[in-house]
């Protein structure tokens, strides 16, 4: 059983930037995929980045492509989400997920293919 723990969310202005930390424990880190999703007030729980197991192979929704990047350390059992030129869409609950696999980082989207999940952080982007 795998357990993750988000931090780092908050309130920042339009055009700043934030980094989210997941810190994993219960399981061996490296044998996980991890994902990002974001979840906005009435909207579904929606795909933003995932990377494979050895931090390699890396993808992203369009919507964040070339603003946020991923990154993993696997000695430290911790995914990372940096943020950058954020804008009030990004406003959403962000959660971290872990999926048993070895495949490249595009072969989980989907939220229902994760296997463990974070309980979630709040990110809030004023204009």
């Known amino acids: 059983q795998v357990q993750l723990v988000e931090s780092g969310g908050g309130l920042v202005q339009a055009g700043g930037s934030l980094r989210l930390s997941c810190a994993a424990s219960?399981?061996?880190?490296?044998?996980?995929?991890m994902g990002w999703f974001r979840q906005a007030p009435g909207k579904e729980r929606g795909f933003v980045a995932a990377i494979n197991w050895s931090g390699t192979s890396t993808h992203y929704a369009d919507s964040v492509k070339g603003r946020f990047t991923i990154s993993r350390d696997n000695g430290k059992n911790t995914v990372y989400l940096q943020m950058n030129s954020l804008k009030p869409e990004d406003t959403a609950v962000y959660y971290c997920?872990?999926?048993?696999?070895?495949?490249?980082?595009?072969?989980?989207?989907?939220?229902?293919?994760?296997?463990?999940w974070g309980q979630g952080t709040q990110v809030t982007v004023s204009s």
């Open positions: 997920a872990a999926k048993w696999s070895y495949s490249i980082a595009t072969a989980y989207v989907g939220f229902r293919e994760y296997d463990y």
């Open positions: 219960g399981g061996t880190f490296s044998n996980y995929l």
